[in-house]
């Protein structure tokens, strides 16, 4: 039977729905990922297939369970947002081929499913339960995690990958033709740049709370810090380079007051993780991370851009759903890894949070403070798509690691790791969860 | 940067134009001991112009929509590398130094 989109039933996308019924009782334990790279080089063992394969199988081991015992399998079969393979380019079929392939060529090299993975992964002789999460990490362990709760799977591989390719982003696919149908055209086709709607949103949050870009600057240069400490992230690994206050406010605007840097860099890499039930976790590898809730955000902006009130609103909303089903407060928060690509609306997200008392306008000037790893307020210790590359995964195997106790030097020190928070994308349309060290 | 290290000395200004960021331009340079005259950004041009006076200005790039854009817009002439490399002074060094 094909893999289903996961249903709407399994997301936890209202208020009021109480303390998550399988609070503390599934946990994430392996994690595993594959290098990185700017652009596909064209070559087997580099295709998102092929790397997807690898980060989910130094999962497997990094929990160290057998393949056999894995009998759940949750990924997000889009691999991109913005480099579709051009039509006139013919499929490498010798690369196509060099695979156990399905009928979809692409699968593999521009996309996944499950069908294919399991095709190439002989080892895996027990999975019994796929199921697909829309767009992000964020949205496939909301998934994995009510699954697992529900006994629908109890040793559960999850996984997000991205390929890339030449050719400038949000330029192929769709976009380069002369029409889209329906709205997409007034925003993909005719319209500004990705960031243009979040820009928009930030230049009302300055006119309206009287702050800067240039108040950006700290948490940008937190952020490729943290990067820097991430061995699994692009920047670690091809170019270790810090990006400072003067880099940053000298940078070109793409969509002002968005600027290069606000824009994160697309990738190629693999991330997976193993969950299981709290049950079975005790008998594995690595220490347990509880997932105390999900919740997610389905809210539709009335118009073509969220305005400034309606993403305020639904942050605010997404706070209240997180701690709700969490049973915590944002006291409770040890750290947060809220996303960040576009670094423009994480002070949306955080606000939201109330993280450390913020309100909605002080996020700048708490970037102002001590927001490191070694202070008593970290900001994104992930360092996130701006420290590592574009993949909305960093900040789940951050949140992982630092309450598994094995960020290295990434690791928080100014608190203990105890109850961290992540996920994103949008303000509007997100998913999130709670992580924490102990199950209760 | 064999070919910038040609004409280091020969009264050239020295400098990179990039999206990369400028801590990064210089790191770069000094990794490779060249100095350099200038690191700027690269919708920044125009201001290396206003700055230093020479005979004439050459940005070698290889982004039509940005490096060529950005090149002709601040006064620059625009050189492919290929056609930066079959250039006389890279030439003419090249064969003595050979």
């Not at chain 1, 206050?245 to 890499?269: C, H, Q, S, V």
């Not at chain 1, 089903?325 to 994480?346: K, P, Q, R, V, W």
């Not at chain 1, 913020?358 to 996020?363: L, P, R, V, Y």
């Amino acid at each position: 039977m094909a893999t289903q989109l996961a249903p709407e039933s399994m997301y936890r996308n209202d208020e009021g729905m109480g303390i998550w019924e399988h609070r503390g009782k599934v946990a994430a334990v392996g994690v595993g990922h594959s290098p990185t790279a700017r652009r596909w080089d064209g070559k087997a063992e580099t295709s998102v297939g092929a790397w997807s394969i690898l980060a989910l199988r130094r999962a497997i081991e990094d929990a160290g369970v057998s393949p056999d015992q894995v009998d759940g399998l949750v990924i997000v079969p889009v691999t991109t947002t913005g480099a579709f393979w051009p039509e006139d380019t013919p499929v490498p079929m010798d690369i196509v081929n060099s695979f156990n392939r399905t009928g979809d060529p692409l699968d593999g090299i521009a996309q996944l499913s499950s069908e294919w993975l399991l095709n190439n992964m002989p080892e895996l002789t027990n999975v019994n339960f796929t199921m697909y999460g829309a767009g992000c990490m964020s949205n496939a362990l909301n998934v994995a995690s009510q699954a697992i709760g529900d006994g629908l799977t109890h040793t559960c591989l999850v996984l997000k990958a991205w390929h890339n390719l030449e050719g400038r982003y949000y330029q192929s696919g769709a976009n380069a033709h002369d029409a889209i149908p329906g709205t997409a055209a007034l925003k993909s086709l005719w319209g500004a740049p990705a960031c243009y709607g979040t820009a928009l949103q930030f230049a009302e949050y300055c006119r309206k709370y009287g702050k800067t870009h240039d108040m950006m600057a700290p948490f940008m240069t937190n952020s490729r810090r943290n990067g820097l400490m991430f061995p699994e992230g692009y920047w670690a690994q091809h170019r270790p380079e810090e990006l400072t206050a003067e880099d940053y406010e000298y940078a070109r605007w793409i969509a002002k007051p968005a600027n290069l840097f606000d824009n994160d860099i697309p990738i190629m890499m693999a991330g997976a993780y193993l969950f299981t039930t709290a049950e079975r976790a005790q008998d594995m590898k690595q220490k347990p991370v509880y997932i105390l809730n999900h919740a997610s955000s389905n809210a539709m902006p009335r118009s073509l851009t969220p305005t400034l009130d309606e993403v305020e609103a639904e942050t605010a909303k997404t706070g209240r759903k997180i701690y709700e089903g969490a049973g915590i407060t944002a006291a409770d928060l040890s750290f947060e890894n809220m996303y960040d690509g576009f670094t423009e609306f994480h002070q949306f997200h955080i606000e939201g949070l109330g993280y450390r008392g913020i309100k909605f306008g002080e996020a700048l000037d708490f970037y102002q403070t001590d927001i490191s790893i070694e202070g008593p307020n970290p900001v994104s210790p992930s360092g996130g798509n701006i420290g590592s590359g574009r993949s909305r995964v960093w900040l789940h195997t951050d949140s992982i690691q630092q309450l598994q106790g094995r960020a290295g030097a990434r690791q928080v020190t100014g608190v203990k790791p105890e109850i961290a928070v992540s996920g994103g994308p949008m303000p509007l349309g997100g998913n999130y969860t709670v992580w924490s060290a102990t199950p209760d | 940067m064999d070919m910038v290290r040609m004409v280091v000395g020969d009264g050239f200004l020295i400098g990179s134009c990039s999206d990369r960021p400028m801590s990064a331009q210089r790191a770069i340079w000094e990794a490779h001991d060249i100095p350099y005259d200038f690191v700027i950004p690269k919708h920044m041009l125009a201001d290396v112009k206003a700055k230093f006076e020479a005979d004439r200005y050459f940005h070698v790039g290889d982004r039509e929509d940005l490096d060529k854009k950005y090149a002709l817009e601040a006064g620059f002439e625009f050189l492919w590398p290929d056609e930066a490399a079959a250039m006389p002074w890279f030439a003419t060094k090249d064969s003595s130094d050979a």
